[in-house]
């Protein structure tokens, strides 16, 4: 992450989002993950295309980075790194690494 605090990225995180009073009430667990969902996609269309970013618990679940990678497609563009925190969802985590795009940091348990 310090990594990214020295360049010129966009940081973004669903919490962020939501304290601003963009995101609805929470509902159940399949509604807060639909407003997830639709709050992120909010915020990435209406982003300046190949604006850098960092999104900080997002996508949290499977189904949310398959999610993202359609987002990512349907504009033509690509992810060039995750990093994965130590609490990260593991099939999230194996999701990217066969995408090649998760960084293993040496000497991590995983």
Do not use: C
Not at 14 to 41: K, N, T
Request: glycine content about 8%; cysteine-free.
């Amino acid at each position: 992450m310090n990594r990214a605090r020295s360049l010129q990225l966009e940081h973004v995180s669903p919490a962020g989002l939501m304290r601003r009073g963009i995101s609805r009430p929470s509902g159940p667990a399949g509604g807060q993950e639909a407003s997830i969902l639709a709050l992120l996609r909010r915020w990435y269309f209406a982003r300046k295309p190949d604006a850098g970013f960092v999104l900080t618990d997002f996508p949290a679940t499977l189904l949310q980075a398959k999610v993202f990678d359609e987002w990512l497609d349907s504009r033509d563009e690509e992810l060039d790194a995750v990093y994965a925190g130590e609490n990260a969802n593991l099939p999230v985590i194996e999701h990217y690494r066969t995408l090649g795009l998760l960084v293993e940091e040496a000497g991590a348990a995983r």
